[in-house]
T-cell receptor, first 114, second 105 residues
Framework: DVKVTQSSRYLVKRTGEKVFLECVQD?????MFWYRQDPGLGLRLIYF???????EKGDIPEGYSVSREKKERFSLILESASTNQTSMYLC?????????????FGEGSRLTVL | DAKTTQPNSMESNEEEPVHLPCNHS???????IHWYRQLPSQGPEYVIH???SNVNNRMASLAIAEDRKSSTLILHRATLRDAAVYYC??????FGSGTKLNVKP
């Protein structure tokens, strides 16, 4: 079974802090994604990566950056956290971009910025 | 321009069938239609996908309109454990706001 592990289920940070959210997968999938989820807005794509050191912006990249130095690890970085970044963050993986592959999600990281 | 349109919420009685609709009128000929569901306090999980033909698996059935502009996820006998948010997506990465399904005992 694919395992997508997000390092922290719950985080509380202060405005202006630098925040790292880590995601690790164990199935050698090429593609990894970061979403945020807010009530009434569903899942919104922040960034995705289709290969090591490669990244693409999603719908809402402002205020975020990502890092993918190794295939199995995809990090989401909030350089200076703000209260409007309080949200649930979900990481997902996908074996290939073409065809009908399914996304595999982690359990989520709930971030509160005070 | 919403890529998919789903009702915000639906309600069903336990052990009755549920038909969850999705409109994707701008779908291209090569886009698969995927459905995911998200149980409370969990990440989304894959339910089913299809391209043109109707599909069945152990979780659900997917009925795709002939013009592919809409699809329906069918849960044949809803259980309380099926209460979740159901997402229909036609672009593999991009989700909408989904349909919250409430199942009444």
């Amino acid at each position: 079974d694919v395992k997508v592990t997000q390092s922290s289920r719950y985080l509380v940070k202060r405005t202006g802090e630098k925040v790292f959210l880590e995601c690790v997968q164990d199935m050698d999938h090429e593609n990894m994604f970061w979403y945020r989820q807010d009530p009434g807005l569903g899942l919104r794509l922040i960034y995705f990566s289709y290969d090591v050191k490669m990244k693409e912006k999603g719908d809402i990249p402002e205020g975020y950056s990502v890092s993918r130095e190794k295939k199995e690890r995809f990090s989401l970085i909030l350089e200076s956290a703000s209260t409007n970044q309080t949200s649930m963050y979900l990481c997902a993986t996908l074996p290939g971009l073409g065809g009908a592959g399914e996304l595999f999600f982690g359990e989520g990281s709930r971030l509160t910025v005070l | 321009d919403a890529k998919t349109t789903q009702p915000n919420s639906m309600e069903s009685n336990e052990e009755e069938p549920v038909h969850l609709p999705c409109n994707h009128s701008t779908i291209s000929g090569t886009d698969y239609i995927h459905w995911y569901r998200q149980l409370p306090s969990q990440g989304p999980e894959y339910v089913i996908h299809g391209l043109t033909s109707n599909v069945n698996n152990r979780m659900a059935s997917l009925a795709i309109a002939e013009d592919r502009k809409s699809s329906t996820l069918i849960l044949h006998r809803a259980t309380l454990r099926d209460a979740a948010v159901y997402y229909c997506i036609r672009d593999k990465f991009y989700f909408g706001s989904g349909t919250k399904l409430n199942v009444k005992p």
